[in-house]
């Protein structure tokens, strides 16, 4: 099971086996739903002000996948002009953001050759905000509500296809709290 520690202000984590193949695996799909659906950008604006007047090619509706609507949500429910609007200046960049963090972990896990990864305190809200996202992806696949009963889930049979699905989920939340508990 992972591990962790703090030396002062690093966290370190240690992977059992197997278990930074499959976060790497569960950010590489990541990062291909952030991307799928997205066309890319026309300009890469190099003056910061030219970029956030520039930055207006983005969708202007809500993404198809269920997924990505929990991601990447309507900014107003009952203002679907102000919501198309908001999001087109907006989602490229949220999901440019949750990219960035996501490969920014999977860059930690590919490059540690030892059994830890040590976690500056730069580098811990990237981690925090990419197990965030694995974790809302994998819970609206399986359509957890936030007032299900979680004591039903835990009690699936080995055999049930979700099963699996639900231990990852809860091993992402395993990793969540362990990386907050240590980032204080």
């Not at 996501?102 to 040590?118: C, F, G, P, Q, Y």
């Amino acid at each position: 099971m992972t591990r962790f520690r703090k030396r002062r202000k690093t966290v370190v984590l240690s992977f059992a086996e197997h278990e930074a193949d499959i976060l790497a695996n569960l950010l590489r799909n990541l990062v291909e739903l952030l991307y799928d659906g997205l066309p890319p950008r026309t300009t890469t604006p190099v003056d910061p002000l030219e970029a956030l007047l520039s930055d207006n090619d983005g969708p202007t509706s809500p993404p198809e996948d269920v997924v990505l609507q929990r991601l990447l949500p309507d900014a107003y429910k009952t203002d679907d002009m102000a919501s198309s609007e908001f999001r087109r200046f907006t989602e490229r960049g949220l999901r440019e953001g949750k990219v960035t963090d996501a490969k920014r972990v999977l860059s930690a896990l590919e490059e540690s050759r030892a059994d830890e990864i040590a976690l500056e305190p730069d580098e811990q809200l990237s981690w925090l905000r990419a197990l965030n996202d694995l974790r809302l992806a994998i819970g609206t696949r399986l359509d957890i509500k936030d007032e299900d009963d979680y004591a039903t889930w835990e009690k699936l049979d080995d055999d049930d296809p979700r099963r699996l699905t639900y231990d990852l989920y809860d091993w992402l939340g395993y990793l969540q709290s362990a990386l907050l508990h240590n980032m204080r």
